[in-house]
């Protein structure tokens, strides 16, 4: 079994060519997408950022004076629309406050001190920092999600209830320290789980099945 990232990656890119993820037209609808993708997915997430385009809503100063509703209605199709009006208010607030209306200003700050800053804000946990992180200001940061769990653990590469941090780590060690390779890597991942790597895995469309515990199973 290989435990090479690098050659899985190779893998996952040969078969699926770039994904050219996130996709979003500038940083702040990146940060936005970042908030909204939340327990939701990311077509209900595209539904919300077209309604608040057309709301006038897609600045972080339109969106601070807004009132509650307005944001939530525009961002209803995401889920959860109260409670990320509120996140969204306050990552605008921060946005403001750092002089960073366009977030890939944040890039000014150090990776670490701007995960930390982040993390401060109302309802930016691990996932949604590292997101801004690497696909708002283009920073090396690997974001983990439960796809990644789930490839890898089931690959026995990793303990699907690891601290998230163990996890972003592991990956960080085991890839040169590149934004555009953990950019393109994460997306694979994504469209690997999506298509392949289900909770009922289709081990036998999978490029990983030959360094895969479940896939070799299947066999």
Known sequence: MTCNMMDIYGLLLEDG???????GETAFEVAVGAVLTQNTSFSGVTRAIDRMKAAGLMSPAAIVAAPDD???LAIRPSGYFNIKTARLKALCRF???NDAADPASLARFPVPLLRRMLLGVHGVGRETADSIILYATNRPIFVIDAYT???FSRMGLVQADSDYDVLRTFFE???????????????QIVRCAKECCRKRPICDKCVLRQS????????
């Open 17 to 23: 060519g770039h994904q050219h993820w996130w996709p």
């Open 212 to 219: 895969c515990r479940t896939g070799m199973a299947e066999a």
């Open 173 to 187: 060690k085991s890839l040169p320290c590149d934004a555009a390779v953990y950019n393109d890597f994460h997306a």
């Open 70 to 72: 307005v944001v939530g």
């Open 95 to 97: 946005l403001l406050e």
């Open 149 to 151: 769990r789930r490839i």
